[in-house]
């Protein structure tokens, strides 16, 4: 009898055990939902550090100095950090995977001398602009043929991958010449693979820095302003981001740090 009482109360507190544990499963679970509710409703003020999606291929926008990523856009995110109290930590990838990196959320922002298009527009917002730049034309030094954007009408363009000049060449020619870094397209002018190559000027200036085989054309593809990548409806980080942009060019902050980089 003794026995047969043990064993209904080793049974009970089995039980009860089994359910002490199935309650601590349900709220574990409930806390992980709870999380990510949190996380993907996460505003600026909740955060603490402001994760930049960029491709240090640009310079001197952005580019490796020995194992650091330095230029003109990190120097004025880093800025923007400072205005809305976060730490900022740049991430380097190809240029073609910023925007997915946003809407994965892998990324708060794209800072990677992006212009504003209507393309860009359909899968993520932008901030007010911050710097004015143009489409450059890069031929080899001792290419007479091609003098303006004109000229380039059926010649085979190179450009990076996903950048502004990638989406306007194809205006002129159906030759075009993808390159993961716009280094690679400006060797592949220099060795008479291709025609040309559209890119960012001050880009294409330094490109053509030093070599002899490089030149740039006086008269530019494109005009166009940068802004900075958000991910679609984050209309809060727009705000707080324009705020901060604001004060930086009122400061004279966003000037200072272009000058740093680019000669007058």
């Known amino acids: ?13 089995i039980s009860v055990m089994a359910l002490g544990i199935a309650g601590c499963g349900s709220s574990d679970s409930k806390t992980d939902e709870s999380s ?7 505003t600026t003020e909740e955060k603490d550090t402001l994760v930049v999606a960029t491709n240090a291929e640009f310079p001197p926008y952005e580019y490796y100095e020995g194992q650091e990523i330095v230029g003109i856009d990190v120097e004025i995110m880093k800025a923007v950090g400072e205005k809305l109290g976060m730490e900022v930590t740049i991430e380097d990838m190809a240029f073609d995977s910023i925007i997915p990196a946003i809407q994965s959320g892998k990324a708060d922002i794209g800072a990677a001398g992006m212009t504003v298009t209507e393309d860009r527009l359909a899968n993520v917002d932008f901030t007010d602009t911050y710097c004015h730049a143009s489409q450059a034309i890069i031929v080899n030094a001792s290419n007479e043929e091609i003098k303006t954007a004109d000229d380039l009408t059926g010649k085979t363009i190179g450009v990076q991958l996903g950048t502004t000049g990638d989406m306007y060449a194809g205006d002129v ?8 870094k716009g280094f690679e397209a400006a060797m592949a002018v220099a060795q008479g693979k291709i025609d040309a190559v559209v890119i960012d000027d001050q880009v294409a200036k330094s ?3 030093g070599n002899d085989q490089l030149k740039v054309l006086d008269e530019p593809f494109t005009e166009e302003d940068y802004a900075i990548a958000v991910k679609k ?7 707080k981001i324009n705020g901060a942009l604001t004060e930086l060019k009122e400061d004279g902050t966003i000037q200072s740090i272009i000058d740093k980089y680019i000669a007058e």
């Open 1 to 13: 009898m003794k026995k047969y009482l043990k064993s209904i109360a080793a049974m009970a507190v």
């Open 36 to 42: 990510n509710a949190n996380t993907e409703g996460t």
């Open 173 to 180: 020619t159906e030759n075009v010449e993808r390159y993961n």
């Open 207 to 209: 490109l053509a820095e």
């Open 233 to 239: 409806g984050n209309t809060e980080l727009v705000e």
